[in-house]
């Protein structure tokens, strides 16, 4: 049997273990993100003001980050770790029929900024999950939320990159490779669900405080 602390030996260098350099990397990588984990308390906090309040969560990625993206939508429509009331949450690439027709008729630039022009409204929070922060489609839904006055935050690889310049806040993994990257990206979703939900907790007790009470028999 072979135990976590004593890892076998494979490759070509006596001592060498499988991994050990992604793990280093991710390590390194974790230690600057860990520096910045006070943005997704902050994102959390607005997030669930907004969306007690009625608001919607839009979000949207490619690939990875699109998988990424729907696993955050997930959290929130289901729930994170405490049963809780489910919150509206919509990830613009899981609607194949019209991000298929979009691009077919305006271009996969516009797949998600059209979306966003549909479905965006006052009290809305766009969400951007982008590797290199480069893919233009991205920065274009960014550009439409802001002219809807739509807050918009990103998750992305290093800055400067376009998509944290057209974010309103960004969230840059300072990491050479993509892996690294997506990985730290799944970090801060759990972080910004975590936030999310004592958010919502402490908000509970102040909604019932302001509630008007009843009086009298009932009808």
């Given amino acids: 049997m072979t135990s976590l602390s004593s ?6 260098g006596p001592g060498h273990r499988p991994g050990a350099a992604h793990c280093e990397e991710l390590g390194r990588a974790l230690r600057h993100f860990s520096a910045r984990t006070d ?3 902050s994102w959390g906090t607005t997030l669930a003001q907004r969306l007690t309040a009625g608001g919607r969560l839009l979000v949207a990625g490619n690939g990875g ?4 993206a729907q696993h955050l939508t997930a959290e929130l429509v289901g729930r994170y770790r405490d049963d809780r009331p489910a919150y509206s949450a919509l990830s613009l690439h899981a609607d194949t029929s019209s991000t298929t027709a979009i691009a077919n008729d305006y271009g996969v630039q516009a797949v998600f900024a059209r979306q966003v022009r549909a479905h965006g409204r006052p009290g809305d929070v ?3 999950l982008s590797t290199s922060g480069a893919s233009a489609n991205l920065v274009s839904a960014a550009e ?3 002219a809807l ?3 918009v935050w990103s998750l992305t690889g290093p800055a400067p990159n376009p998509l944290a310049s057209a974010s309103d806040e960004a969230l ?3 990491a050479p490779v993509s892996a690294t990257v997506q990985e730290l990206h799944l970090v801060a979703v759990h972080l910004l669900c975590e936030s999310f939900d004592a958010a919502v907790a402490a908000r509970r007790p102040a909604v019932a405080a302001e509630l008007p009470e009843t009086t009298g028999e009932p009808a």
Avoid: K, N
Avoid at 7 to 12: E, I, L, Q, V
Avoid at 65 to 68: E, I, K
């Fill in 172 to 174: 840059c993994v300072e």
């Fill in 126 to 128: 766009l969400i951007l």
């Fill in 7 to 12: 890892p076998p030996s494979h490759g070509t």
């Fill in 39 to 41: 943005l997704l308390h």
């Fill in 144 to 146: 439409e939320a802001r």
């Fill in 149 to 151: 006055d739509l807050p």
């Fill in 65 to 68: 980050s699109a998988a990424q």
